[in-house]
């Protein structure tokens, strides 16, 4: 299977390599050294003290990959319009396309059960509905990666969470759809955990929940997941912070599990105070301020979610790594 990773930084690179692994031909998308090396010297993985190296066609531009059978999107959220301008060169007539990002994505309602409640305006999150006149509904697959990985070196990616690496692909309108089932066998054969689900905003929203909250805490704090967890300093705010979140997510899946103060915390930073102190611009919209908007539109109080939101986009603000 010809298969384009869109974005292969940390994330889409663990990915590539295990995709490329089980036999598909890969090709990434990807820039700067991490874009070099791999020209060089191959894509290189490792997991709890062994690495994995794979051979893939590697670019900056799209238009040299040619025509493939699948993207995976793995972009940030704050690079996704790049997506925009590079994807047509790489769709054939079906390619699908999956949409691994963090937060609340910019499809939310397409596709959106009649049943559910209506999202408010997300508008923002796709400027001027350029990836909405890219993308097809036909084309979009959900996904959500649960999985922790981190650029130790150039061409090199380091898996932080050996034990989990999984990801949830759907359907937007969450149909049961032939495509789904084959997908998901494609990424089990490749040692990527894919299990099903009946909606993949579920999956969006368990994500989004330690995302909104925990990983909020971390970047003011400047602490690792399992640091901020075991603060006593923070032993009342946590709760209190994920309650609302908890009350947020149930309020448009009541499906979705509560995340409580005493889940599974990795000792390591995530991904957005990594942005931070890497200087790259953070992923502040889809993790907090679209839940924001989502609370305010089913009529909830989140007065610690609206303080931790400010405090963060002032962090941010201030370092010039987001503009209001």
Known sequence: MRICVFGAGAVGSHVAVKLALAGHDVACVMRGAHLQAVKENGLVLRIGGTESRADVQASNNPETLGRQDLVISTLKATSVGSLADGLQPLLGPETPVVLAQNGIPWWYDIGLPADHPRPPDLSFLDP????????????????????????????????????????????CDDRASERIGSL???????????????????????????????????????????????????????????????????????????VTRNAPAPNHKPSILQDYELGRPMEIDVLVRAPAAFARAAGLSTPMLDLIAALAIQKARDKGLYKV
Do not use: H
């Open 184 to 258: 998901r066998a494609m990424l089990e054969s490749a040692k990527l955990e894919s299990p099903p689900v009946t909606q993949i905003r579920e999956a969006i929203w368990s994500k989004l929940l330690t995302n909104m909250s925990m990983s909020m805490l971390c970047l003011l704090t400047g602490q690792t997941a399992r640091g901020v967890r075991d603060d006593t300093v923070l032993q009342d705010v946590t709760p209190r912070l994920l309650d609302e979140a908890n009350q947020i997510a149930q309020r448009y899946i009541p499906e979705v599990k509560r």
């Open 128 to 171: 001027g509905g350029r990836l909405r006149a890219a993308i097809g509904k036909e084309r979009i697959i959900g996904g959500v990666i649960f999985s922790s990985n981190e650029v130790v070196a150039p061409g090199v990616v380091e898996g932080l969470t050996p034990d989990r690496n999984r990801l949830v692909i759907g359907e």
